[in-house]
């Protein structure tokens, strides 16, 4: 019996030092500590980067601690590398300036930049668009406006349970990144908020993006070149443009996209549901293997749409077509309603035909009765039940 009180006591004794130990281990740095203030008009960039520069030179795993309350914040840059895994730890909501003017031309408002094995947890960011978006509406001269939070060369990242709203630009950017996962955010600004992207993916591998909700003025995600192996899961769109991949081929040297996965989403009032887009211009680009299954449509301009012809204004493309190829793409299980006519779209480069897409139980209704598909320059299957029927041969 005392051999085995002895024994509990050494084991309750060594979890109390592994319990200190990890707590040792894992220093966190509170922004109000370096000067931040709640309020909500105290410029708190200063100590915010204050409080990143702490945390960031940790040799053991850090956490920058956001303390409930309203924080008003100017462009950021929080920049790597560090010397260990940092928590980004957020309960209050961080305020943009309300003069748009103030974050400047940069392009960003929060900027993570060559950071390894970062987690952004929580918290609300209020871009405060509306003055910005009323700017370019009005034709008057405005900034460049500002991506609300951004990650360029992040690898190993964790975005968790983020709400962004009313952004000058694009939400959220994943810009040349290695393993994302990005759960549980919700991206927020009218339907009438011009190009208020909600996620932005480029130039990186391995992302993974599953219960988002995605409310915004442009498209609800958008690929862009050099995007490779992206899960897309339980995700709903709308208002917004839908999911784009694209445009592609602006430049005639582009790397490709491949390896997209789209499942398990609801599109509502949305222009488009599941859209390629490409320049109708000379580019290497390419599209492959891409898949978009178990998908619902509600009222959806262009539920299913290719679009290998994009020239807005007819400015640098016209009587010109589209050099990104466009292969194996799967469309899987897609049903609900259309809001125009014409649910299927696939109009595809005279000069590099789309190949290998594949259609397999397509349900899509206009006003209660089956819709219509056009097709141009494209070769592919069609299998399963098909409303409307297919002209995909």
């Keep these: 019996m005392d051999v085995i009180n002895h024994c509990a006591c050494l084991l309750l004794i060594s979890l109390l030092l592994m319990i200190r130990l990890s707590n040792a281990a894992a220093a966190t740095y509170n922004v109000m500590k370096y000067g931040a203030k709640a309020d909500g008009k105290t410029d708190s960039t200063e100590a915010f980067v204050k409080t990143w520069a702490a945390a960031c030179s940790s040799a053991q795993t850090a956490t ?37 003017w103030a974050l400047g031309n940069s392009g960003y408002w929060i900027l993570f930049i060559k950071v390894n094995r970062l987690a952004v947890f929580g918290g609300t960011l209020d871009a405060k668009g509306s003055g910005f978006w009323a700017c370019r509406k009005s034709g008057k001269s405005c900034p460049v406006g500002a991506r609300s939070i951004t990650f360029n060369w992040v690898n190993d990242l964790a975005i968790s349970g983020l709400v962004s709203i009313n952004s000058q630009q694009t939400h959220l950017v994943i810009n040349s990144c290695n393993n994302v996962v990005v759960r549980n955010v919700k991206l927020v600004a009218p339907a009438d908020s011009p190009n208020t992207d909600g996620i932005h993916v480029q130039s990186s591998t391995g992302v993974t993006i599953t219960g988002a ?35 592609l081929g602006k430049e005639v040297n582009e790397a490709g996209v491949q390896n997209v996965t789209l499942t398990n989403v609801i599109f509502t009032g949305s222009d488009n549901g599941v859209r390629i887009k490409s320049w109708a211009r000379p580019s290497n680009g390419f599209v492959s293997n891409i898949l978009f299954q178990n998908i619902m449509m509600r009222n959806v301009e262009n539920p299913i749409i290719i679009d290998q012809n994009y020239c807005p204004d ?54 209660n009765k089956a819709a219509t598909s056009s097709c141009n320059n494209i070769g592919g299957t069609s299998t399963g039940v098909l409303m409307p029927q297919s002209c995909v041969h």
């Design 64 to 100: 920058m601690y956001v303390p409930k309350g309203r924080f008003l914040l100017k462009a950021a840059v929080f920049r790597g590398p560090c010397k260990s895994r940092i928590n980004v730890q957020i309960y209050g909501t961080l305020n943009a300036p309300t003069d748009y």
């Design 213 to 247: 909700t995605l409310q915004t003025g442009d498209d609800c995600v958008s690929i862009g070149p050099g995007t490779r192996n992206l899960y897309m899961s339980n995700i709903k769109c709308g208002p917004g443009h839908g999911v784009s991949i694209g445009s």
């Design 314 to 367: 007819n400015q640098g493309c016209p009587n010109q077509s589209s050099g990104v190829k466009i292969s194996q793409v799967t469309y899987k299980n897609i049903q609900g309603t259309s809001a125009t006519a014409e649910a299927v779209t696939f109009d595809c480069s005279p000069s590099n035909p789309c190949r290998g897409i594949r259609l397999q139980d397509i349900k899509l209704t206009y006003m």
